[in-house]
Every structure is written in structure tokens, then in C-alpha cells.
């Protein structure tokens, strides 16, 4: 992994030289480019301790949790508290955040010193997600909720919604129930194929039903691509009962 090291460069060249980069991945380009500096910046690499991103990270961390709650509520208006709940708490975790913050490469532009060792997971998991969370507070500050809202509907709430409502919404289940109830067959599921590299395969499986294929799902997870075939047997399932 690459990672920018800068050691207490005045923000006015930090600024100029490197984050015009970062704000054509983000989408939004700052007015005030001393609040994206100091998104970027660790403590360890900061003047002073209001210098570094550790006050933005608070902030961020409440625009988010507002942004996907908004999103949760209005779009699973049928779902439980304890739902959303569960389903917020997979989208905002230090997983997925470092998962998007490394698809916007912030660690090639955080300002970190080289003492820091970034080698190891946990602290590149952490200080990334918290750098994640720090940007997102940075841009509310510099463009408002409506700006902060498009950053993580973009990034997070659409690149993870899927996974995250499936992991919590048991659609095997709810199929295997519903077999079990109408005297059907019960569902068999078969690996259909696995692609992509070892290290982050995606499992396509079909689900059948009296030899015959009803659905079919893809995730990074054999789980995930159960539920997705799962959920799309059910509804194929219900659709010929009401024909």
C-alpha cells in the first residue's frame, strides 16, 4: 500500500500540490482548502492537536450516521428499529468505511509521520475509516448536508446497501419456510461457478427447486449469494401462486 508521507508542511503546500487529485475521485471540490488539510492530516503529522482530523472524524462520524439513518428510513419503511439498526451498523463500520476509503485511495494522500506503521491491518483499517469520516465532515462543514449526503450516497449507501440488507434479512430462510408449507420440494443450492482471484472470490449460485433452476445470486460470500438466489425463488415462487 502506498502512503504519502509529509511531515508538518505548511497546509498552503500540502493543499496546492496533492488533494485536486482527491477531489476529482470525491466528486466535490472545497472551497476552504484548510479544511481538507487538516481531513488529512494525523495527529502525528499535525502542528497542533486541533490541526490534525481528529475533531472533523467527531463530526463526520454524526453526519454519517445521519445521512444512512435518513436513507434506512425511507427506503425500508416495513422494516423493524432493530433492522435498520443492524443494517446502519454494517454500513458504517471501520470494514466498509476503510473498504471506501481505499477505493478513493486516501492513503495515497493522507499526511501521516513514517513512524506510523501502516503494515499492519487494524491500523490501517482504523486510521483510514477515521479518515474517511473526517473527510465527510470536512465537506459538510465546506458544502452543507447536501454535500455530505451526495459523497456518502455515492460511496457508501450504494456500493454497500445491497450486501448489507441481505445480511441482515434471512431470504433462505423465508424460502425454506415457505416450501415447508406448501409442500414443495425443498430447495437444493448448487455452486454454479466461483470467479475472481483467490484472495476475493465472488460465488455465483443457483437455487432448484424440483431439478429445476429458480434463482440464481452472486456475492463475495457463498451466505450472500444463498440469500440473493434465495430471495429471487421466493418472489418467482409467490408470483405463480397468484397467477
Not at 482548502?33 to 487538516?38: C, G, V, Y
Not at 425500508?76 to 463500520?93: A, C, H, I, Y
Not at 430462510?173 to 472470490?201: S, T, W
Request: net charge positive; aromatic share 8%; hydrophobic share 40%.
Amino acid at each position: 500500500m502506498r502512503v504519502l508521507i509529509i511531515l508538518r508542511l505548511p497546509f498552503n503546500i500540502f493543499s496546492q500540490k496533492f488533494p485536486s487529485a482527491l477531489e476529482k475521485l470525491v466528486g466535490y471540490r472545497f472551497k476552504n482548502r484548510r479544511l481538507l488539510d487538516i481531513a488529512l492530516t494525523h495527529r502525528s503529522a499535525a502542528d497542533t492537536q486541533t490541526d490534525s482530523y481528529e475533531r472533523l472524524e467527531f463530526l463526520g462520524d454524526s453526519v454519517l450516521n445521519l445521512v444512512v439513518s435518513e436513507y434506512l428510513y425511507k427506503h425500508f419503511p416495513d422494516q423493524s428499529e432493530g433492522l435498520l439498526t443492524k443494517t446502519r451498523s454494517m454500513l458504517v463500520n471501520a470494514d466498509t468505511l476503510h473498504s471506501v476509503a481505499l477505493t478513493l485511495k486516501l492513503n495515497d494522500f493522507l499526511n501521516i509521520d513514517k513512524s506510523i506503521n501502516l503494515d499492519q491491518v487494524s491500523t490501517q483499517r482504523n486510521l483510514l475509516s477515521c479518515t474517511l469520516e473526517a473527510l465527510i465532515g470536512a465537506i459538510y462543514l465546506d458544502g452543507g448536508l447536501s454535500a455530505a449526503n451526495s459523497l456518502v450516497q455515492r460511496f457508501i449507501i450504494s456500493g454497500k446497501i445491497q450486501t448489507a440488507a441481505l445480511s441482515q434479512y434471512n431470504y433462505k430462510g423465508q424460502l425454506l419456510e415457505y416450501c415447508q408449507k406448501n409442500g414443495i420440494e425443498m430447495p437444493e443450492f448448487r455452486i454454479e461457478k466461483v470467479e475472481g482471484p483467490d484472495h476475493a472470490p465472488q460465488y455465483i449460485i443457483a437455487v432448484y427447486i424440483n431439478n429445476e433452476k429458480r434463482g440464481i445470486g452472486k456475492g463475495a460470500t457463498k451466505r450472500l449469494a444463498e440469500q440473493q438466489a434465495s430471495k429471487k425463488a421466493y418472489k418467482a415462487l409467490v408470483f405463480m401462486e397468484k397467477d
